[in-house]
Nanobody, 118 residues
Framework: QVQLVESGGGWVQAGGSLRLSCAAS????????MAWYRQAPGKQRELVAD???????KYADSVKGRFTISRDNAKNTMYLQMNSLKPEDTAVYYC????????????WGQGTQVTVSS
């Protein structure tokens, strides 16, 4: 049973920083792309950033230059360093992983709340 445990969310003032972590466990196979999504109240879930197993990254335009995604394959853990936070970054942040088998199943974390006050 694959499980994802997120941590690091919280409350911060605008301009501050937070670091999210997502630890995966229970997979017998390699983890492929790992990603962070977020969902603000009344809005659709959106991709924030993703990172391939080899370290190739992609970011939403709204977070480029402020957020940095990284991963430690040995620990099956992904991170999101969020700097220069803005009130519009307020959302529940979810981690998502793809397992590298033919069916490429996706798994989601439970979400962690990030609140940025102005």
């Amino acid at each position: 049973q694959v499980q994802l445990v997120e941590s690091g969310g919280g409350w911060v003032q605008a301009g501050g920083s937070l670091r999210l972590s997502c630890a995966a466990s229970g997979s017998r196979f390699d983890i492929g792309t790992m990603a962070w999504y977020r969902q603000a109240p009344g809005k659709q879930r959106e991709l924030v950033a993703d990172i391939s197993r080899g370290g190739t990254t992609k970011y939403a335009d709204s977070v480029k230059g402020r957020f940095t995604i990284s991963r430690d394959n040995a620990k099956n853990t992904m991170y999101l360093q969020m700097n220069s936070l803005k009130p519009e970054d307020t959302a529940v942040y979810y981690c998502n992983i793809v397992i590298e088998i033919i069916t490429r199943p996706h798994y989601w974390g439970q979400g962690t709340q990030v609140t940025v006050s102005s």
